[in-house]
């Protein structure tokens, strides 16, 4: 199972990154999950958009989401002809949401989305997608939002999505080879709850959950990342890295204890 880190720029595209997407691939299966501002075109650079098997969208905020549009118009337009149906998993009311993004409307050219995706709503538990075991529950963000754990052939990445402090993501995260965790905030007084996570926070996550490793991601172009790497540090004593594009991860065994 590999991970590839697609976009990682939080809340909006920076200089070097794309908003939020991340490809999983597994056994020749390709996951995109979370499609944000700026990732349709950074994907094709590690896969070729009609070889997409499914796609996981986190929750419904532009960043993590309104590429679909875009990708709506390659699969419908393909000038081998309209690609089949892949399923795209997330929030209920995920289609409506993406509609309205794309301002589909009786008499225009746009079709609207279920045309062209099967949506299929998450619900906090497990799911088989492809070759991957997928457990998701809910996380502590302003929209309903969900977190991630794939598992596969002994191996386990997990994801937090937007998230404030959670102890969901801890169980998502448990005994994980990788936690890809979002840093979004600077480790500041009177911080909102229940939208994101500072660094220390990332790294106190990791710690409570045993991880083997954590990445990282959801990085706010205006912080530094050297700060976060150091309040990483702060509460992590794994090994700590930053989501970059073009990383590829590939969880690593870790023997039993």
């Known amino acids: 199972m590999n991970l590839t880190i697609v976009g990682c720029s939080g809340s909006y595209p920076g200089p070097d990154s794309a908003a939020s997407c991340y490809l999983i691939e597994a056994e020749g299966f390709r996951l995109v999950l979370d499609l944000g501002n700026g990732a349709l075109g950074s994907l094709q650079r590690y896969a070729a958009l009609d070889q997409v098997d499914a796609v996981c969208i986190s929750h419904l905020h532009a960043d993590h989401c309104v590429d679909m549009g875009c990708y709506q118009v390659f699969r419908t337009f393909y000038p081998p002809g309209q690609l089949p149906a892949i399923p795209v998993f997330g929030p209920a009311g995920t289609a409506d949401r993406l509609d309205r993004a794309m301002a589909v409307e009786p008499r225009g050219p746009m079709v609207p989305m279920r045309e062209t995706f099967d949506f299929v709503a998450l619900t906090p538990g497990v799911l088989e997608i492809g070759p991957l075991r997928v457990t998701v529950d809910h996380v502590n963000h302003s929209v309903e939002t969900f977190g991630f754990r ?108």
Not at 153 to 162: E, F, M, N, V
Not at 164 to 193: H, I, K, T, W, Y
Not at 216 to 229: E, F, G, I, R, Y
Request: charged share 20%; hydrophobic share 45%.
């Open 150 to 257: 794939f598992e596969h052939d002994g191996l386990t990445i997990a994801y937090s999505a937007d998230t404030g402090p959670s102890q969901r993501l801890v169980r998502l995260a448990a005994n994980a080879d990788v936690l890809l965790c979002e840093a979004s905030f600077d480790d500041v007084d009177g911080l909102p709850p229940d939208v994101h996570m500072t660094a220390r926070q990332a790294g106190e996550h990791a710690s409570a959950a045993g991880a083997g490793e954590l990445i990282l991601t959801h990085l706010v172009p205006w912080n530094s990342s050297q700060d976060a790497l150091a309040l990483a540090a702060s509460a992590y004593h794994g090994t700590i890295s930053l989501a970059r594009p073009g990383m590829v991860v590939k969880a690593p065994r870790r023997p039993s204890p």
